[in-house]
């Protein structure tokens, strides 16, 4: 009885001494971490969290056996090192502005100005098409007509899924979120379709601390430099002028396009455009100046010098002839490729006329030698790039360098009409919230505060209203919990990318050899999307950005909507498919082996099976 009671125990003994292994197995049992097969350099610019996203794809990488050197520059440096050095085999980079069109020409093609990654046609050369497949796509999507069309959607769709697949030059990373704060007695505002489209749905309930009138809204911004459009190269100075000028068409945030100064806009074919703006619209008395009505004159001026005096003339190339029909009509005609004998369309056309209309009246006084060119040294540059205007909501009213700009309603605006209220085809009052009986602000006061700490203690003075604070996760989320605020975020039209070199001359990154085990694909291909399912995006945004990032799978914003592919490839971590495509490169990952202390655990749990085992065979003998 005494024996098969002790038997009965060491029985117990030893069945939970194989639970335990077996409950610890799964932290204890890890993938063999081999000796590195090869070394890739990692570059990107210091000063923020990216040299950060460089040390965990160094901790990532090396579980599927590469090293990571990590190489943080300054960013001139750094730059230099994008555009013409590129002695980095991946690197770390963000785009940012633009996005109401999928036409990423000049980044994802073969000449493409800012084609860090080295495609070459020769990477995917196609006989049937006459270049690669990849540069077919980017350039058949600017033929694509109407340039909002089905067609050309489920075009850039097939693009992305094609280039992700089957160059992968990228691993997209995360989307950032922009917060702002503003005082909770504000209604109306809206942080994703801005101050100005805002202005007609918002008012004040009571005053908050520190508030001087319930007539204005009061924000920051870093000073202005040049407030001509034409040659505006900062956001602040965009600000005052967007706030000034109108444009022919809008793009609302979720990129629907609508007509503005222009009351239509017809394709009359591929290459052929009509545009009809509207009637009875008065620019402000300015330079003695006065009852002057805004045309197609105005509009005709505006493309021209777009295209011939400005600091952005490429974007205009596709203008190939614009001809005046009536003063409410122009034609355009569309080449998008100068190269060829015929018009070509050019579907990117669009946004551009998404641009602030200029006064043909002010700035075409003179011109130069060839009598249509005009001078842009007259006085009236000069001073229209301090003291802008236009037919927009707002007019500058005053200005303290380096303190402050104001600008106030404008009252006989066109956007205040009653007759756009009732026209459905506009959606006015529920886009800008003008109505009947309309009372609202009146006056917008900018304070130049360019460091965002001071702002932020203006905000909580109450002698800010509205404040960025994504910079501020902390005070941000005191601000959250605050009930005198309320925080708004929106994911933004950027995002940030590893980049991966693949040039030939980056002999494993970039090795365009078959892979041994699939020679459907090539070494670095596999390579690249090895390195793709090996980073985890998701620790990533957790430790740096609290897991508020969007994390994206597209070459595209986010933020650009219908544009984004929903059934694109995604690589999500996932080691087994990262040493699947190394193990196919020809690096063998070999199997799986026991942390030092799950091997003691084994071991010590064989010994007393074995001490068991013996016990019960000498106590049966005796």
Same mark, same amino acid.
């Given at each position: 009885m005494k024996v098969n009671k002790v038997k009965s125990t060491i029985l117990v003994g030893v069945i939970l001494a194989l639970f335990v292994a077996s409950a610890v197995s799964i932290n204890n049992v890890r993938?063999?971490?081999?000796?590195?097969?090869?070394?890739?350099?990692?570059?990107?610019?210091?000063?923020?969290?990216?040299?950060?996203?460089?040390?965990?794809?160094?901790?990532?990488?090396?579980?599927?056996?590469?090293t990571i050197d990590v190489i943080v520059q300054d960013w001139p440096t750094f730059v230099g090192e994008l555009i013409f050095f590129r002695d980095f085999d991946v690197c770390y980079v963000g785009l940012v502005g633009g996005g109401a069109d999928p036409d990423f020409t000049g980044v994802y093609d073969e000449n493409g100005s800012l084609n860090l990654f080295g495609y070459h046609t020769s990477m995917d050369w196609d006989d049937a098409l006459g270049t690669g497949t990849n540069e077919w796509y980017m350039k058949e999507g600017n033929l694509i007509m109407p340039p909002d069309s089905k067609k050309r959607v489920q075009h850039?769709?097939?693009?992305?899924?094609?280039?992700m697949d089957k160059i992968n030059p990228l691993m997209p990373t995360f989307s950032p979120r922009g917060y702002v704060?503003?005082?909770?007695?504000?209604?109306?505002?809206?942080?994703?379709?801005?101050?100005i489209q805002s202005w007609g749905k918002m008012s004040w309930t009571g005053t908050h601390p520190g508030q001087?009138?319930?007539?204005?809204?009061?924000?920051?911004?870093?000073?202005?430099?040049?407030?001509?459009?034409?040659?505006?190269?900062?956001?602040?100075s965009s600000t005052i002028s967007s706030a000034t000028m109108d444009t022919l068409i809008r793009y609302d945030a979720d990129l629907s396009v609508w007509p503005h100064l222009a009351d239509s806009y017809e394709m009359i074919n591929d290459t052929h455009i009509s545009i009809h703006v509207r009637d009875g619209i008065e620019w402000p008395d300015a330079g003695g100046f006065t009852n002057e009505g805004f045309d197609i004159y105005d509009v005709y001026f505006t493309f021209y010098a777009w295209k011939h005096v400005s600091n952005d003339p490429h974007l205009w190339s596709w203008i190939k002839e614009m001809k005046i029909i009536d003063d409410s009509t122009l034609e355009i005609f569309i080449d998008g490729d100068p190269d060829t004998p015929e018009n070509e369309p050019y579907a990117p056309?669009?946004?551009?006329?998404?641009?602030?209309?200029?006064?043909?009246?002010?700035?075409?006084?003179?011109?130069?030698?060839d009598g249509v060119t005009p001078d842009i040294l007259h006085a009236n540059w000069n001073t229209f790039a301090t003291d802008c205007f236009g037919t927009g909501l707002f007019e500058i009213s005053a200005f303290t360098e380096g303190v402050e700009t104001v600008l106030t309603v404008r009252d006989d605006c066109w956007r205040l009409d009653p007759d756009l209220w009732d026209d459905k085809d506009l959606n006015w009052e529920e886009r800008f919230g003008f109505g009947p009986g309309w009372d609202g602000l009146d006056q917008w006061r900018i304070r130049i505060i360019p460091d965002q700490q001071t702002s932020l203690l203006e905000l909580e003075a109450g002698k800010v209203d509205i404040d960025g604070v994504g910079w501020n996760p902390q005070a941000r989320d005191e601000l959250d919990a605050d009930p005198d605020f309320t925080v708004q975020d929106d994911t933004l039209y950027s995002y940030g990318f590893f980049g991966y070199n693949m040039r030939e001359d980056r002999i494993v990154i970039g090795n365009r050899d078959p892979c041994p085990l699939d020679?459907? #694909?090539?070494?670095?291909?596999?390579?690249?999307?090895?390195?793709?399912?090996?980073?985890?995006?998701?620790?990533?945004?957790?430790?740096?950005?609290?897991?508020?990032?969007?994390?994206?799978?597209?070459?595209?914003?986010?933020?650009?909507?219908?544009w984004n592919n929903p059934d694109i490839?995604?690589?999500?971590?996932? #080691?087994?498919?990262?040493?699947?495509?190394?193990t196919i490169a020809g690096y063998d990952l070999g199997v799986t082996e026991l942390t030092p202390g799950f091997t003691l655990l084994i071991t010590l749990t064989s010994l007393m099976m074995m001490a068991t085992a013996t016990y019960i065979i000498v106590k049966k003998r005796k």
């Open positions: 993938a063999a971490q081999p000796k590195p097969f090869f070394t890739l350099v990692f570059k990107t610019n210091g000063g923020g969290v990216r040299p950060d996203y460089g040390n965990f794809l160094k901790q990532h990488v090396a579980r599927i056996g590469i850039y769709w097939d693009w992305q899924q094609y280039m704060a503003h005082w909770a007695n504000l209604n109306g505002y809206n942080y994703t379709d801005g101050v001087l009138s319930v007539n204005e809204l009061v924000t920051t911004d870093a000073a202005w430099s040049d407030l001509n459009p034409l040659f505006q190269d900062d956001s602040s056309f669009l946004p551009s006329l998404w641009t602030r209309i200029l006064p043909e009246h002010y700035l075409n006084v003179t011109q130069l030698t020679p459907s #694909l090539s070494i670095g291909l596999a390579v690249r999307k090895a390195i793709s399912y090996a980073v985890d995006r998701q620790e990533i945004n957790d430790v740096i950005h609290r897991g508020e990032y969007a994390i994206t799978d597209t070459p595209l914003y986010p933020k650009m909507g219908v490839i995604r690589y999500n971590f996932d #080691l087994d498919k990262a040493r699947y495509y190394m």
